[in-house]
T-cell receptor
Framework: DSGVTQTPKHLITATGQRVTLRCSPR?????VYWYQQSLDQGLQFLIQ???????AKGNILERFSAQQFPDLHSELNLSSLELGDSALYFC?????????????FGPGTRLTVT | AQSVAQPEDQVNVAEGNPLTVKCTYS??????LFWYVQYPNRGLQFLLK??????LVKGSYGFEAEFNKSQTSFHLKKPSALVSDSALYFC?????????????FGKGTRLSVIA
């Protein structure tokens, strides 16, 4: 158990809908990262937050947004969903300090868009 | 831009034999390198990392990896494979920039250990 929690575990929704994925980082970790894992694209970095502020952006669609709250949990919002958004969405966390290297991953949320 | 290549989609090895999962990387400077493992319906688990120092790094579950700067490689190895090692393995690289930059992952290599 990495200490990173994600809810829900599974999500099934229809095209055009909006969903919110939630992540709680390990205790003490300030950095949160979101990744998307799909069969054709592999593991892709979406966005990173550090202590409530956006730190880096990857291949995140404009229909997707995220935020990190004062208690450090993070939410990833996916809107106007398309079939191609079906994927596993992972959250990872790290301490964010200068000696922080590896990231610890949550169990993921499997999103199915029908 | 950083990139990672895992040239083999699938590696098959007999139980008890040594295993190697290959990884090569491309970064502009000196890298931080990582290996993660993913079991079915699970998240990624951290195995080991290379930051600096000894080129041979040891990690969890008896795995080790060798950093080779001249060949820009970071191959994952284990002297004696177990059936329970069967999983999807990802190599990842991170730039030594300021702060905690995101990981760039390879496509993954599926390891199958046959009894």
């Amino acid at each position: 158990d990495s200490g990173v929690t994600q809810t829900p575990k599974h999500l099934i929704t229809a095209t055009g809908q909006r969903v919110t994925l939630r992540c709680s980082p390990r205790s003490g970790d300030l950095s949160v990262y979101w990744y998307q894992q799909s069969l054709d694209q592999g593991l892709q970095f979406l966005i990173q937050y550090y202590n409530g502020e956006e730190r880096a952006k990857g291949n995140i669609l404009e229909r997707f947004s995220a935020q990190q709250f004062p208690d450090l949990h993070s939410e990833l919002n996916l809107s106007s969903l398309e079939l191609g958004d079906s994927a596993l969405y992972f959250c990872a966390s790290s301490t964010g300090g200068t000696s922080s290297y590896e990231q610890y991953f949550g169990p993921g949320t499997r999103l199915t868009v029908t | 831009a950083q990139s990672v290549a895992q040239p083999e989609d699938q590696v098959n090895v007999a139980e008890g034999n040594p295993l190697t999962v290959k990884c090569t990387y491309s970064v502009s400077g000196n890298p931080y390198l990582f290996w993660y493992v993913q079991y079915p319906n699970r998240g990624l688990q951290f195995l080991l990392k290379y930051i600096t120092g000894d080129n041979l790094v040891k990690g969890s579950y008896g795995f080790e990896a060798e950093f080779n700067k001249s060949q820009t490689s970071f191959h994952l190895k284990k002297p004696s494979a177990l059936v329970s090692d069967s999983a999807l393995y990802f190599c990842a690289v991170r730039d030594r920039g300021s702060g905690n930059t995101p990981l760039v992952f390879g496509k993954g290599t599926r390891l199958s250990v046959i009894a």
